[in-house]
């Protein structure tokens, strides 16, 4: 969001029709001149209200007024369009209507969940002050008013406002130079709801996709970085809020400090070693966490760092475009992470996420959990039973941080009573299956870090029931203190004895329908019939009998006996919710001091979670553990692609099974290139995508939809899907698809994978096959990577008699009756043809078309088989010699050139099939002309 959204004119602010108390002189700024006075007075509540939005430019303003927060100006109507609420006025200021409108407070959760979901931050404005201490002060007084709380996408605890399922991270940005051109950039990502911290840093190349892995809701970055022309686009199509912070005089020095004072240590050494970037990037975070939680400080883990290059790279096209978290369109459901997801806890939840965002880069890390995976598998017994111990466990991550932030109630005390219970449950499984593998023994101590007493005295103290909010009270159980016990019984006397009052005064007056009564107003009261109630304003009822009040129909009166009673009531209920918060506070700090153990058995709970759901997946599934090493194969046998063999599945259908095979040969340190080709329809993206999922899959640890899967480590995954297939971005250009073709030239190493998936495509026909034919000779000279290339320029399979590495295949596809029928098969070879027409046929064309298009197709293949462009690779010298030989840059001429010009003169993007060829017909004439 913009930066200024928010702001509003700061100069003198009047309102019209202000109540009649609030008539503060106005304040002349002397740039205009108030034309009537009355019109042009700022109200000693405006000027509160333009102070302390004043203080939070960046945030919307929720303005407690009586029962509503009230919102004004551009604030207003950002809200008014992202809630759906109506947009009203108030006053005026330099003349203008004052744009307001206002949410009710019993409400205010559910609007500002809709607000932090799209983006804003607010900031929370209370009255501080009881109104009537205001009106002591004098009429015109206003309330006291202070900001309690900002809100910010990146800083949420309350659970709903959060997503169970993701991590919510803040993450801050700082940077470092390393030479006149080269940045560093360290990053500091922070979940308060969870306690998590890291920091990194990474090389300008390496930003995007960093940020793209972590996926934060917020993002703070300094104004320096934010202006940063070469990060622009970065900031704008990131989905998280980014906030732009002036630099707050964070040199090294007072960086460091603002770390080690916030976790009370004298050296950072302890925690590893930084540089000045990450810790730059940490203290701007821990900045910022401070500042929207008004100084409380959230327990977070002291900042651990992550090796740069300890994750598979996965830039964020190539994350999009495979779809690993969000769909293109955004969601979750239909994500690789939906389909594979078992979990049963909300941490287990967000470990598979984290974990599927970041696959590993070490072998021993890797096989640290296929290790895990595999012994679960092994054991079914004991995965059930660590299935049915883990739903029984609630969030406990985020209700300790609620608890530590003071926004916890009896419901995260009973979280961690039930979270601690069922981790010492899993712990006692663990124990009693022998010999664990690393990850799940390490899981086991970690979930016997708590003390037992802790859970015991939690599970002794609350009730069954419990109140959302602690000072309603009734969450302490019956039995666990004498105090409150005696307290209870008082009130629950009291009661008795009301009801015995109303017997006796009933008895005494003769009045059968007498009933004792409360309301908040007059208390305990006594209720009798219009009638009746004559009689008791006469002696001799009246010396029992105080009249209170007259209602249709009835008279409610009062008495000393109800007066004492009443007295009673409320000191023993004062009493037993003094002591209820009392043992609340206790309780609590039992939990504080138990931090670290609580996050470890959080973070233990998780482990086993992912693990036992990694077993369920490859059991249910039957997938495979793929053999991951230093070598550069890549042998896949009968692998599948998970999301669509999902989707088929629930329509009854069947996925074919394929195998690939781009193992650098024996001896050679370059991976092989297969060239797909097939029509469309037929299977290649799938076939693709499916490749490229078994690379993020074995190397987060889990097993792969195959029947067995060799896979060299990959360092960097690239995925690049040719521009007309990439509708969902919404802008289709072609420009957009060189940039990331680009990319994957330039840093594809011989340990990465690399899928492009119809490039060229954006383009005219012949641009778009030299520059995929490039290309592949690039990958296959330069890069040497493993690869996939699917295409629809059949020309393009003649390549594999040139590069050694270079195989064809091609998806199987047959015809019947004239109908081209899909078999999804991939088999070595090159597609005969590309079957456009059958399958424009199959879409519905009118046959007129259809028929017409055969004919046009046989005059361009007549023409073809006199000059066909698998000549050309004969009488073009390869990639590598070409480069050599390649001129500078050509000399532009000076004269004119009308078949230059007429090729400018063309938008490729915009023209119909039929407009194509007769512009290549046209270009073809200017070419015969010039000879
Ligand atoms: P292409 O990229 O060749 O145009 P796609 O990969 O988009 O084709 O696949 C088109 C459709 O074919 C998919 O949506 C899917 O329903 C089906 N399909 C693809 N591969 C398989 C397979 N291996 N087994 C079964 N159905 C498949
Ligand atoms: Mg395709």
Not at 423 to 433: D, E, K, N, P
Not at 553 to 561: I, K, L, P, Q, Y
Not at 610 to 619: F, I, N, P, R, S
Request: aromatic share 6%.
């Amino acid at each position: 969001m913009s930066r200024d959204a928010t702001t509003i004119p700061t100069a003198d602010f009047e309102e019209a029709g202000a109540t009649p108390g609030d008539s503060a002189p106005a304040r002349s700024d002397g740039r205009r001149k108030a034309p009537d006075g009355e019109a042009h007075r700022v109200t000693p509540m405006m000027a509160q209200y333009i102070e302390i939005k004043a203080a939070h430019p960046d945030c919307l303003l929720f303005y407690r007024m009586g029962d509503f927060y009230e919102l004004f100006f551009a604030d207003a109507e950002i809200a008014s369009r992202t809630l759906g609420i109506v947009l009203t006025k108030r006053g005026k200021h330099l003349g203008e209507d004052i744009p307001m409108c206002g949410v009710p407070v019993e409400r205010a959760e559910d609007y500002l969940q809709r607000l932090i979901a799209a983006g804003h931050r607010v900031a929370v404005c209370e009255q501080t002050e009881d109104p009537a201490e205001a009106r002591k002060r004098g009429g015109k007084s206003v309330v006291q008013r202070g900001v309690i709380r900002l809100v910010t996408p990146g800083t949420i605890t309350e659970d709903n406002l959060l997503d169970p399922a993701r991590a919510n991270l803040l993450v801050a940005v700082a940077r470092r130079r390393l030479s006149d051109t080269e940045w560093a950039y360290g990053l500091a990502a922070v979940d308060i709801s969870t306690g998590r911290f890291t920091v990194t840093e990474v090389s300008a190349a390496g930003l995007a996709a960093e940020i793209a892995r972590l996926e934060p809701r917020e993002l703070v970055v300094p104004d320096a970085v934010y202006d940063d022309a070469d990060l622009a686009g970065l900031w704008r199509e990131t989905r998280a809020a980014v906030t732009p912070l002036a630099r707050e005089g964070l040199d090294p020095a007072s960086a460091e400090r603002r770390v080690k004072d916030y976790f009370g240590v004298a050296s950072l050494d302890a925690f590893g070693q930084f540089t000045r970037s990450e810790v730059a990037a940490a203290a701007a975070a821990l900045a910022y966490v401070e500042r929207t939680q008004l100084g409380s400080r959230p327990p977070l883990s002291p900042p651990s760092r992550e090796a740069a290059g300890g994750t598979l790279a996965i830039d964020a096209a190539t994350r999009a475009n495979l779809e690993l978290t969000r769909t293109l369109s955004g969601e979750r459901p239909g994500s690789l992470l939906a389909t594979i997801d078992r979990t049963v806890t909300p941490g287990g939840g967000r470990l598979l996420a984290e974990r599927l965002a970041g696959p590993l880069t070490e072998i021993a890390a890797i096989a640290r959990r296929q290790e895990a995976v595999a012994f679960l598998v092994g054991d079914s017994l004991l995965h059930e039973r660590l299935r049915q111990a883990l739903a029984a466990a609630p969030d406990i991550a985020r209700a300790l941080a609620r608890l530590t932030l003071g926004r916890g109630g009896p419901r995260d005390l009973a979280a961690l009573r039930d979270g601690l219970a069922a981790a010492g449950a899993l712990a006692r499984l663990l124990a009693a299956s022998g010999d664990l593998p690393e990850e799940l023994a390490a899981a086991r101590a970690a979930l016997e870090t708590p003390d037992p007493a802790l859970a015991g005295r939690l599970a002794a103290a609350l009730a069954d029931d419990l109140p959302l909010l602690k000072r309603d009270g009734g969450f302490v159980r019956e039995g666990y203190d004498p105090a409150l016990d005696e307290a209870r019984a008082l009130q629950a006397d009291s009661r008795r004895f009301i009801a015995a009052l109303q017997a006796r005064y009933a008895a005494e007056t003769g009045c059968r329908t007498l009933r004792v009564k409360h309301n908040n107003v007059i208390g305990y009261f006594v209720e009798v019939p219009q009638a009746t109630g004559e009689d008791f304003l006469r002696p001799p009822f009246n010396e029992t009998f105080v009249h209170r009040q007259t209602m249709a129909g009835a008279m409610r009166f009062s008495t000393v006996e109800l007066g004492e009673l009443e007295a009673r009531i409320a000191s023993a209920g004062e009493r037993a919710l003094g002591i209820e918060l009392a043992i609340f506070d206790a309780l609590l700090g039992e939990v504080v001091a138990a931090t670290e153990a609580v996050k470890a058995a959080a973070e233990g709970l998780a482990v086993v979670d992912v693990t036992a759901a990694l077993a369920k997946l490859a059991a249910d599934l039957g997938w495979v553990r793929p053999q991951v090493d230093t070598s550069l194969a890549f042998r896949i046998e009968a692998g599948r692609h998970p999301v669509v063999e999902a989707a088929l599945k629930r329509d009854g259908a069947a996925f074919v099974a394929n195998d690939s095979d781009l193992s650098a040969p024996e001896g050679a340190a370059a991976g092989r290139i297969a060239l797909v080709t097939g029509p469309n329809m037929a299977g290649k993206s799938t076939f693709l995508r499916q490749n490229a999922l078994m690379v993020v899959l074995a190397q987060m640890g889990s097993f792969v939809p195959a029947r067995a899967a060799h896979i060299g480590l990959v360092d960097r995954l690239f995925s690049r899907v040719g521009a007309a297939d990439d509708l969902a971005r919404g802008r289709s250009t072609f420009m957009v698809e060189m940039i990331e073709t680009a990319a994957i030239l330039n840093q594809a190493t011989a340990r990465s994978l690399v899928i492009l998936d119809e490039i060229g495509r954006g383009t005219a026909t012949f641009d778009g096959l030299s520059i995929a034919w490039a290309a592949i000779e690039h990958l296959h000279e330069v890069n040497r990577c493993r690869a996939l290339f699917a295409t629809h320029y059949h020309e393009l399979t003649a390549l594999a008699e040139r590069l050694v590495r270079l195989g064809n295949v091609t998806v199987r596809v047959t015809e019947w009756q004239g109908e081209v029928v899909f078999l999804h098969e991939v088999v070595a070879g090159a597609a005969d043809r590309s079957y456009g027409i059958q399958v424009a046929k199959l879409a519905g064309l009118p046959p007129a078309v259809i028929a017409r298009a055969r004919t046009i197709l046989d005059e361009l293949e007549k023409s073809d088989r006199e000059k066909p462009v698998s000549a050309l690779i004969d009488d073009l010298p390869l990639f590598a010699a070409s480069v050599r030989s390649a001129p500078a840059a050509p000399a532009a001429g000076p004269q004119r050139d009308g078949l230059r010009e007429a090729l400018d003169a063309i938008d490729p993007d915009d023209l119909t099939p039929r407009a194509a060829l007769e512009a290549l017909y046209r270009l073809k004439s200017l070419r015969a002309a010039e000879d």
